[in-house]
Nanobody
């Protein structure tokens, strides 16, 4: 399974960005997909997840501002990010796993990763 993100960049506080992730390879082997982010010196943290029945989950820090969607026909994931804040500055990764864990926010529960895309929000 190969994942490739795009769409990162620099915006001002209150701005919006949409991240995309194209999944290729054996998609049948992946059941859960997520977006995680990481800042220097901190562990990668899950911010959004779609499980195998289409249920979406969001971290409190992004709920109401970010929307995670998937287009199964195009094997594409998208993360619409609105009302961005400086604390959203991070490297963002899309990820997938062959299982769905209750602790979807834990990076250890994903076994396929994209290379990451940087999001920078200035005040």
């Amino acid at each position: 399974v190969h994942l490739e993100e795009s769409g990162g960049g620099s915006v001002q506080t209150g701005g919006s960005l949409t991240l995309s992730c194209v999944e290729s390879g054996d998609a049948v082997s992946t059941f859960c997909r997520g977006w995680l982010r990481q800042t220097p010196g901190r562990e990668r943290e899950g911010i959004a997840n779609i499980d195998n029945d289409g249920t979406t989950n969001y971290a409190d820090s992004v709920a109401g501002r970010f929307t995670f969607s998937q287009d199964n026909a195009k094997n594409t994931l998208a993360l619409q990010m609105n009302n961005l804040k400086p604390e959203d500055t991070a490297m963002y990764y899309c990820a997938a796993s062959a299982w769905c864990a209750s602790s979807w926010w834990n990076y250890r529960n994903y076994n396929y990763w994209g290379q990451g895309t940087q999001v920078t929000v200035s005040s």
